[in-house]
């Protein structure tokens, strides 16, 4: 038996973000150990993007990834997947610190290859919940330890200015895995990740003039006559609504409405529209 701790790096630009893929994987890294806890082999490989333009800020700076790097020496995502199985290897359960990255891994394979058979994720486990587990016991209550953190409890040394590389997260988690690997423990943790959804949540949408918003959203008519009322005050943006207030010059009431844009799994995009009346305090002589 082989046991892959892996891990990911991925890119996402909320303002451009493709639902049916959000997250895509700009860099793999692995390493194998045997049934003894020795290490028999790594893995690396950048990606070359193709859903994204540019970098996020956050991620470049965390990563220290540029484009120009990814496009020169990264791989297509279907050969780098293509080596990362072969790496794999049969007999093997796949690991990684949270579930998060298994379930990125599945959304780009199934995104870039719809027919991509998912075998090597049938026995996966999440190294991080059992670390906890391992370190913590009851006292874990929900709560996840970073690697960083259990690092440091197992008395691994790392170099904290090389983290947020694949590798060498990869490489902390395998160490913190095999100092604590207990077998019967162990087993309790293994699950089938190739048929589990991947969850998408709604992205919110903050720019008017982004071309798939429909403006007529925002005509709100009264509740009380059913003709449109007239803006106040707004649109502005509070959050992820837009917020306004408009008033019925036939009823003489005064409406507080929200609008709420979002862009749902398949591009769908999706709107939340709520008027109330506006508190007593707050309405003016019309």
Not at 252 to 280: D, F, H, M
Request: aromatic share 10%; charged share 30%; with cysteine.
């Amino acid at each position: 038996m082989n046991y892959i701790v892996f891990d990911l790096e991925w890119n996402r630009l909320v303002k451009a973000v493709k639902t049916r893929c959000p997250d895509e994987i700009i860099q793999i890294g692995a390493v194998k150990y045997n049934s003894q806890m020795k290490c028999t082999g790594t893995f690396s490989r950048l990606i070359k993007p193709v859903l994204y333009k540019k970098i996020d800020p956050t991620v470049g700076n965390l990563t220290g990834l540029e484009m120009a790097i990814l496009k020169s020496d990264g791989i297509p995502f279907a050969k780098a997947i293509k080596e990362f199985k072969k790496f794999i290897g049969p007999d093997s359960i796949l690991m990684s610190w949270g579930a998060q990255d298994a379930k990125i891994l599945r959304s780009n394979c199934l995104y870039f290859n719809p027919d991509v058979k998912l075998t090597f994720l049938k026995s996966f486990a999440d190294v991080q919940r059992y670390v906890t587990h391992a370190l913590a016991g009851d006292k874990a209550s929900g709560n996840q330890l970073s690697v960083k953190f259990a690092a440091d409890l197992t008395g691994i040394r790392y170099n904290e200015e090389l983290l947020h590389d694949a590798l060498v997260d990869a490489t902390i988690s395998g160490m913190v895995f095999a100092k604590l690997f207990e077998p019967d423990k162990f087993k309790k943790y293994i699950v089938d990740a190739s048929t589990k959804n991947c969850t998408f949540k709604d992205v919110p949408i903050t720019d008017l003039n982004n071309k798939q918003v429909d403006k007529r959203i925002f005509k709100i008519r009264c509740p009380e006559c059913g003709r449109y009322t007239r803006k106040k005050h707004g649109w502005y943006l509070n959050g992820s609504k837009f917020l306004s207030s408009h008033v019925c010059r036939k009823c003489k009431r005064q409406y507080i409405c929200s609008v709420e844009i979002l862009k749902t799994y398949g591009n769908i995009i999706k709107y939340k529209k709520r008027i109330k009346l506006a508190k007593p305090e707050k309405q003016v002589k019309i």
